[in-house]
């Protein structure tokens, strides 16, 4: 691994925290709103059950990263096709292969909620019974292994090189934190930025407790794959819509562990 990847990697790694920790002083000082009355007395006064849970699952899979998800990604890296053309570089070539790879999560994503195999893991995330930035970073280590193989397949078959992997998962996170907050923003500040980036309100219905939405609205960082491909739904969020998986209640980390071995 060369000097510019580690520098990247470690100011992906400042750039995540200090994100988490604004987004999750900020939702707290202005919450676009509460938790569910039913949840508080299951979930502790502060909700300090989920948030263990949660935190549990993001040291699990931040464990991973340098042992599996880095190396698999730098192997990717090195044994690509090598088939870009000479204008494919630079700031244009970090700029298409952005693209690249959100069109790519962007069905990623979409693949885990209609193969029943890749939902079992998937689930995981969407169990969670109310959103805020810790649920942008709560999910099954088998999904995170899934995604990092599948990845590695399209950065051989593109010749995406490292550097743009790096970026492109540092942008991955800060789209997530964000648009799986519970920051209260201005109405006109939200409908703008809809226009073009994933916000809170279409990713909260993503993760609304009915089937049709959870269907929907797959986008990661972009917000046009959805309307370009017929997968955006026409929900509107809603002050305190339900959260979760239709039909289905919250688990205990070992729990959460558990659920892909145990389909249906």
């Known amino acids: 691994m060369d000097n510019v990847?580690?520098?990247?990697?470690?100011?992906?790694?400042?750039?995540?925290?200090?994100w988490l920790a604004i987004l999750f002083g900020l939702e707290r000082l202005r919450?676009?709103?509460?938790?569910?009355?039913?949840?508080?007395?299951a979930e502790g006064r502060w909700g300090w059950r989920r948030l263990a849970r949660n935190a549990g699952l993001w040291l699990l899979n931040s464990g991973l990263s340098p042992l599996v998800v880095v190396p698999v990604?730098?192997?990717?890296?090195?044994?690509?096709?090598?088939?870009?053309?000479?204008?494919w570089a630079g700031p244009l070539g970090l700029a298409l292969d952005l693209l690249v790879l959100d069109f790519w999560i962007y069905w990623w994503h979409r693949a885990n909620h209609e193969v029943p195999f890749l939902w079992r893991f998937?689930?995981?995330?969407?169990?969670?019974?109310?959103?805020?930035?810790?649920?942008?970073?709560?999910?099954?280590?088998?999904?995170?292994?899934?995604?990092?193989?599948?990845?590695?397949a399209v950065i051989?078959?593109?010749?995406?090189?490292?550097?743009?992997?790096?970026?492109?998962?540092?942008?991955?996170?800060?789209?997530?934190?964000?648009?799986?907050?519970?920051?209260?923003?201005?109405?006109?500040?939200?409908?703008?930025?809809?226009?073009v980036i994933i916000t809170p309100s279409i990713h909260w219905v993503h993760h609304h407790r009915r089937r049709a939405d959870t269907?929907?609205?797959?986008?990661?960082?972009?917000?046009?794959?959805?309307?370009?491909?017929?997968?955006?739904?026409?929900?509107p969020r809603r002050p305190g819509m339900a959260i979760g998986v239709e039909g289905r209640e919250e688990k205990t980390l070992l729990g959460l562990l558990l659920r892909p071995l145990r389909p249906g």
């Open 31 to 41: 919450p676009a709103g509460p938790p569910p009355a039913d949840r508080a007395d």
């Open 215 to 235: 269907d929907s609205n797959y986008g990661t960082v972009f917000s046009f794959w959805d309307p370009l491909f017929g997968s955006r739904s026409r929900t």
């Open 122 to 152: 998937h689930e995981v995330h969407h169990l969670d019974r109310f959103l805020d930035t810790t649920s942008a970073v709560r999910f099954h280590f088998g999904e995170v292994l899934l995604s990092a193989g599948v990845r590695a």
């Open 73 to 87: 990604s730098l192997w990717a890296a090195a044994h690509s096709l090598g088939w870009r053309p000479d204008w």
């Open 156 to 195: 051989v078959a593109l010749g995406i090189p490292i550097t743009s992997v790096v970026v492109f998962e540092t942008l991955v996170l800060l789209s997530a934190l964000f648009h799986h907050s519970n920051v209260r923003l201005p109405a006109r500040v939200e409908r703008a930025l809809s226009r």
């Open 5 to 18: 990847v580690q520098q990247l990697l470690a100011w992906k790694g400042m750039a995540i925290v200090a």
